[in-house]
């Protein structure tokens, strides 16, 4: 997604007071997560890890169902560094 540009994005989550993530949802960024604070005069932004990688929606979706199945007490053993998503 290009900053000030909201082609081939489609509006993902609201996160209060007119701010707003963006999904990606075609081209080479497909997946992507964008932050938009243009309500607070800051132009979009990727969402991005403590580490400063991507967080995608597929890796998003993993890590809370992760969390909420060790939350659960359903699950047995840690999952694997591979069961992350991309």
């Known amino acids: 997604m290009v900053p000030g540009s909201l082609g081939g994005g489609d509006h993902a989550v609201p996160t209060g007071c007119a ?18 604070d243009r309500v607070d005069e800051v132009d979009l932004a990727p969402v991005v890890d403590a580490e ?5 929606l597929a890796r998003w979706s993993m890590d809370w169902l992760n969390e909420a199945e060790a939350m659960s007490g359903l699950r047995s053993r840690p999952a694997s560094a591979g069961s992350r998503g991309a």
């Open 19 to 36: 701010a707003r993530q963006w999904l990606v949802v075609s081209g080479p960024g497909r997946g992507d997560r964008w932050a938009d």
């Open 52 to 56: 400063g990688l991507s967080l995608t």
